[in-house]
């Protein structure tokens, strides 16, 4: 069985483009969340989606925003790069939100804006 | 909101040796409280848990133990081998939340 997947696996950008970071979750599942993750930090939650609809969003700027499919799969865009904004970007998938279930995590997409 | 501390940062243990994480939580309803490891060019894998209704939890060579009256919880991983070396996250959560507070990490390396 096919795990999360994310593309693409790395991905360089210039300061002040756009980026838009695509991620399938598991066969099944229907909630969707990104996580950004500066090197040598855990994984900060940006946004979670759930039945298309958003059910959380993290302390980020509104240069964020996400959008989930109705096969379930997600989009994340960052408009107006920084170079700050350069971390491993994590999607996870899980069957219900609230914790109830285990979220799976996939490889991410490294990003790195220069 | 939730503030997540793990300590050591970094770990090195010798082969066949024990490794102890300890992860303090500040918010009092947290009641999930998993572990993840990161390997090298890979996203976290959940690699075991435990329920605020119990204090111990043992899946062959890990364990997790749990004080909520202190608002810690452990990873022990018995029998170290090369494989365990990677970044370790704790995580504690609760019902209802949308999302994973992970704490800093630890780095443990397995010297052979």
Not at chain 1, 3 to 27: A, D, E, M, N
Not at chain 2, 2 to 9: I, L
């Amino acid at each position: 069985d096919a795990g999360v997947t994310q593309s693409p696996t790395h991905l360089i950008k210039t300061r002040g483009q756009q980026v838009t970071l695509r991620c399938s979750p598991i066969s099944g599942h229907k909630s969707v969340s990104w996580y950004q993750q500066v090197l040598g930090q855990g994984p900060q939650f940006i946004f979670q989606y759930y039945e298309k609809e958003e059910r959380g969003r993290g302390n980020f700027p509104d240069r964020f925003s996400a959008r989930q499919f109705p096969n379930y799969s997600s989009e994340l865009n960052v408009n107006a790069l920084l170079l700050g904004d350069s971390a491993l970007y994590l999607c996870a998938s899980s069957l219900s939100v609230g914790g109830e279930t285990e979220a799976f995590f996939g490889q991410g997409t490294r990003l790195t804006v220069v | 909101g939730e503030n997540v501390e793990q300590h050591p940062s970094t770990l090195s243990v010798q082969e066949g040796d024990s490794a102890v994480i300890k992860c303090t939580y500040s918010d009092s309803a947290s009641n999930y409280f998993p572990w993840y490891k990161q390997e090298l060019g890979k996203g976290p894998q959940l690699i075991i848990d435990i329920r605020s209704n119990v204090g111990e939890k043992k899946d062959q060579r890990i364990a997790v133990t749990l004080n909520k009256t202190a608002k810690h919880f452990s990873l022990h991983i018995t029998e170290t081998q090369p494989e365990d070396s990677a970044v370790y996250f704790c995580a504690p959560f609760h019902f209802g939340n949308e999302k994973l507070t992970f704490g800093t990490g630890t780095r443990l390396t397995i010297i052979p």
